[in-house]
């Protein structure tokens, strides 16, 4: 009962679990308080920086960091002040939505949406006014300049914060840049991430989205929520799940030559580069079945893909153009469906394998299938820069190509 009251107030689930466990406790270590309010242990930091955020409780310096309550009058009065303020702006904002309800209602095939132009120099004050006007999110991807801006935008960011307005920030860092440039406010959860945009991305609620020219600074203002939706979910999610958190990256920084480690940021040369060392060691076809086995297994748990079940006249060609595509255009891939043999050609005359991940797939569908793939040439022709692999696929069972 106490617990669903306090959701009344703004907290979360977890929050209130973990809040009045320790109010009935004197402190307690975020793993005590994990168990005891049976919280899962990867939310446990971020439910106790929550209430540590609204109030309710502070951290002891500590080792093991401990948390303790603090009294629930003065802070929840302060949440219902707060949630009282809430609701008169969203009064306020039922009339102009009714207008706009009764402005839109005829059916059309396009939308044309207004935009606005900003200048550098009137770019921090119209996003210093739209974190002003936000009332669920901030959600950024900056740069240097883009760091810039939010720090001349702290009053904004402070007044966010009461009205607790989640603030995330994805820091994006380029070679030979000081990634620690700029201000980073209090408030924000940052994370960094080496990816070369060029751009800055400012996204306010769901509605509505800055974005400015890294280099210039001069950028647009769109009101749409469906640009604003899809710079979201196809850029910014994205970003955001591969990138650091900034507590991590200040612990690497403080080691020697943990600067080098910036340049690990990106996920993707990181896993080519794996892919690279796999390729250039492995040659054992049973070997390298057994791997991609297990690697579409877990593609099947991990991304809910049913492809590698079909019949192998469904699975087969889609791996090899994906094997294709990975290689590149100066690589080649065939495959005789009378022969069941497969060609390919990649340039790159280190690898005993092709460097690509499909043709690990592509050899553990073949062992799934009980039809393994016989390597009956692998030879690198460095004068040509060129590693030729020719392959058959076994005989066990037929292949419909």
Not at 194 to 200: D, F, S, V, W
Request: net charge neutral; glycine share 6%; with cysteine.
């Amino acid at each position: 009962m106490v617990r669903s009251a306090l959701e009344n107030f703004g907290l979360s689930e977890y929050e209130s679990r973990a809040y009045v466990t320790l109010l009935k406790q004197d402190s307690l270590t975020v793993s005590e308080l994990a168990y005891h309010a049976q919280i899962p242990r990867t939310k446990a930091y971020s439910v106790v920086r929550s209430l540590v955020r609204k109030g309710l409780a502070e951290l002891l310096n500590k080792k093991p960091t401990r948390c303790r309550a603090l009294p629930p009058e003065e802070n929840l009065e302060n949440l219902v002040l707060l949630e009282e303020k809430r609701v008169k702006a969203m009064k306020k904002e039922i009339g102009r939505l009714r207008q706009i309800y009764e402005e839109v209602r005829k059916p059309v095939d396009y939308v044309n949406y207004k935009y606005m132009g900003i200048g550098a120099k009137a770019l921090a004050g119209k996003v210093s006014e739209m974190i002003a006007l936000s009332r669920t999110s901030v959600r950024c991807i900056v740069g240097s300049w883009g760091l810039r801006v939010l720090s001349e935008c702290k009053d904004a960011v402070l007044n966010a914060r009461l009205n607790d307005v989640k603030l995330q920030i994805i820091r994006l860092w380029s070679y030979g840049e000081d990634w620690r440039e700029g201000e980073l406010l209090p408030g924000f959860d940052v994370r960094v991430v080496r990816y070369p945009l060029g751009l800055n991305v400012f996204l306010f609620d769901e509605h509505t989205i800055i974005i400015a020219e890294e280099v210039t600074g001069r950028g647009v203002f769109i009101p749409s929520t469906e640009v604003n939706t899809l710079i979201s979910t196809g850029l910014f999610k994205r970003l955001w799940s591969i990138s650091m958190p900034l507590q991590n990256i200040s612990t690497i920084l403080s080691l020697k030559d943990g600067e080098d480690a910036l340049e690990l940021l990106d996920p993707d040369g990181v896993n080519q580069a794996f892919v690279r060392a796999v390729a250039s060691t492995i040659q054992d076809e049973e070997t390298v079945g057994r791997i991609g086995l297990k690697f579409i297994e877990e593609l099947e748990n991990t991304m809910n893909v049913t492809i590698f079940r079909r019949p192998l006249d469904i699975t087969l060609p889609i791996i090899l153009s994906l094997l294709t595509q990975s290689l590149g255009e100066e690589s080649f891939v065939r495959f005789d469906p009378l022969t069941k043999l497969i060609n390919i050609e990649a340039p790159d005359a280190k690898m005993l394998i092709p460097a690509s991940i499909w043709f690990f797939a592509l050899s553990g569908v073949l062992m799934k299938n009980e039809t393994p793939l016989i390597i009956l040439q692998n030879a690198p022709h460095p004068d040509e820069h060129k590693h030729i692999l020719q392959a058959k696929i076994s005989a066990k069972s037929a292949v419909n190509p």
